[in-house]
């Protein structure tokens, strides 16, 4: 199985910066993508950034310039850092994967891996 531990979320004053931490963790051999994606109250979860093995990487438009998601190849941790955060990036930001792992004596391909979550309020 995989494991995302997210870490990072709080709460900051419109301006603000946080940085967000995703690490995936078990019997992982590649991982092809990860992407973060958020979800306010009352609305349905929407992607934000997303990573991939080949080094892309891409942004709702909302965030460009703003969000800048990266990797640490040696720890299997995405970041998301969040610069100049708007009272509207307030949500639970939820982690994703896109990894082959090693399931039971299979070894099986899956982009339905998720992180707990973490709640990001920015304040007026």
């Known amino acids: 199985q995989v494991q995302l531990v997210e870490s990072g979320g709080g709460l900051v004053q419109t301006g603000g910066s946080l940085r967000l931490s995703c690490a995936a963790s078990?019997?992982?051999?590649?991982?092809?993508?990860m992407g973060w994606y958020r979800q306010a109250p009352g609305t349905q979860r929407e992607l934000v950034a997303t990573w991939s093995s080949n080094g892309t990487t891409a942004y709702t438009d909302s965030v460009k310039g703003r969000f800048t998601i990266s990797r640490d190849n040696a720890k299997n941790t995405v970041y998301l850092q969040m610069t100049e955060l708007k009272p509207e990036d307030t949500a639970v930001y939820y982690c994703?994967?896109?990894?082959?792992?090693?399931?039971?004596?299979?070894?099986?391909?899956?982009?339905?891996?998720w992180g707990q979550g973490t709640q990001v309020t920015v304040s007026s």
């Open positions: 078990g019997r992982i051999l590649h991982l092809n993508a």
């Open positions: 994703n994967a896109d990894c082959t792992a090693v399931d039971g004596h299979t070894i099986a391909r899956s982009n339905d891996y």
